[in-house]
């Protein structure tokens, strides 16, 4: 059943072009339709969380430049729940911004922060999870992170490395956080794997309004100060033009390296429901299913000979065959088609920049 004081944050402001020529800095990776299954990572994002909460508690903090797309892609949310950034400046104003403007409304929100750029395949213990922790932050002072059980020595991911001599006395399955640690080098992540105290950090938050806004008191008073100063314009015509004002003075600074670091009632919350921030091409071959040559197919009409190790993304209905190829990006958007081996899939960026 819903909550009424449930509230989802979704976090869209991201830019990039790792998924080039699908992503651009015009239409970034949570808008597009990475997966070809006619939802958009955002519009995804959105629906697993239809479960635990009212459309009108879903808030989306997202660029200036995306807000059409946004309310195209998310008719379902209130328009005013889409919250406009002037400019890039990290997590930690990001959700700064939106934890004062949900006080605003409600002061005895309990609040979801999500990524809108992320993969979940089993929704149901996904949801069982969050709901799960959101009982426990309701009832107390705490912050608490998902973190995922890792299956490989991933260099990619943040990891958290947790506390799991005895388990939270309100919930068996929840324990401290000893230390966040920054992406390792792949002989520090071997060592990771081999411990069972370690996970990776998916960006996945869960607290209570008040213990947000408290800890931003407590560790960053400078930002806190500017989203305080702004509660009486909060919902009124008068909220963008001064957010334009105040938001370029927040210190560009990430929600980990602003709080989770320095507060003291930090949880993790250990879970395995198939997630992955799915980063690279090489990310969505490995999730995506896979024929006997393991080749990731994702598009309506494609035709594979002779090849391995392939991922081929081309959703238009025009006819696609491939022969020959081993361990190839192939990808197709509007006028323009990538051929790429996934071994050298960094360059995709200097490719799209010229």
Known sequence: MFKNNVHVVIMAGGVGSRFWPMSTPDTPKQFIDILGCGRTFIQMTYDRFKELCLP??????????YAQVVKQQLPEIPEKNILLEPCRRNTAPCIA???WRIKAKDPNANIVV??????????PHFQQVVSSALDFTEQSDSIVTLGMKPNRPETGYGYIQADLTYSSPRNKNIFRVDQFK???DLE???RYIKSDKFFWNSGLFIWNV???VNAFRVYQPAISRIFESLLPYYGTDKEQELINE???LCENISVDYAILEKADEIFVYPADFGWSDVGTWGALHMLSPRDDANNALIGPNINVYESRNCIVHTTTEKKVVIQGLDGYIIAEHEDTLLVCKLSEEQRIKIFAEN
């Open 56 to 65: 009108e508690n879903v808030w989306v903090v997202t660029s200036a430049k």
């Open 97 to 99: 911004y939106v934890s």
């Open 114 to 123: 999500a990524p809108s750029d992320h993969i979940i395949l089993n929704t």
């Open 182 to 184: 920054e992406k390792p």
């Open 188 to 190: 520090t992540a071997k």
């Open 210 to 212: 008040k213990t947000i």
């Open 246 to 248: 105040a938001y370029p």
